[in-house]
């Protein structure tokens, strides 16, 4: 079946600097891929659309220039949190779209904690 | 437009009853919907989905959803509980349109009683 990964699964940063999480789907091209977060006990949060080889398109409320979004290959997205803060800290999830199929292969999840 | 709504926020069963975890979806073209569960601090685990074939979906650990276009519901059913099934479930639509950005509902957390 279509596998997801993500890289890394936890991180911790301090604050100010910046961390880059990648989303890869192992046997399948994604153009489309996409990045939630998710707060504890609450559902998963749109982020951004990310469309290989061309700019990402963001929620409303999402600052594009904290949350860098790159897809430079069928196969691998990358989204970066610039200057991170305490309050960045959470779990970032990845999805990849099977191609045709609507649906959504989830990556496992990173968890960010800024300190 | 899209939108689901996960009725419930916490459902609890005695292991071995039956679960019925409630979804109401609305979209304006022909929807694609999806069940997928959660453990903690885990990923998102795919349980089934409907994409306009047999409206009676099967999924994996036993658990089903009947896709009702008058109901506009896609709830989601197991005839009995098993510990293991205690996690966060989502329901997500993904409707046409030109725009195949899913939606998830606010989730509904499972509590399996021994």
């Known amino acids: 079946g279509a596998v997801v990964s993500q890289h890394p699964s936890r991180v911790i940063c301090k604050s100010g600097t910046s961390v880059k999480i990648e989303c890869r789907s192992l046997?399948?091209?994604?153009?489309?891929m996409f990045w939630y977060r998710q707060f504890p006990k609450k559902s998963l949060m749109l982020m951004a659309t990310s469309n290989e080889g061309s700019k990402a398109t963001y929620e409303q409320g999402v600052e594009k220039d904290k949350f860098l979004i790159n897809h430079a290959s069928l196969t691998l997205s990358t989204l970066t949190v610039t200057s991170a803060h305490p309050e960045d800290s959470s779990f970032y999830i990845c999805?990849?779209?099977?191609?045709?199929?609507?649906?959504?292969?989830f990556g496992p999840g990173t968890r960010l904690t800024v300190t | 437009a899209q939108s689901v709504t996960q009725l419930d926020s916490h459902v609890s069963v005695s292991e071995g009853t039956p679960v019925l975890l409630r979804c109401n979806y609305s979209?304006?073209?022909?929807?694609?919907l999806f069940w997928y569960v959660q453990h903690p601090n885990k990923g998102l685990q795919l349980l089934l989905k409907y994409t306009s074939a047999a409206t009676l979906v099967k999924g994996i650990n036993g658990f089903e959803a009947e896709f009702k276009k008058s109901e506009t519901s896609f709830h989601l059913t197991k005839p009995s509980a098993h510990m293991s099934d205690a996690a966060e479930y989502f329901c997500v639509v993904s409707a046409g349109g030109g725009s195949y950005i899913p939606t998830f509902g606010r989730g509904t957390s499972l509590i399996v009683h021994p």
């Open positions: 979209s304006s073209y022909s929807p694609s």
């Open positions: 046997d399948f091209q994604a153009t489309t």
């Open positions: 999805s990849a779209e099977g191609q045709g199929t609507y649906e959504q292969y």
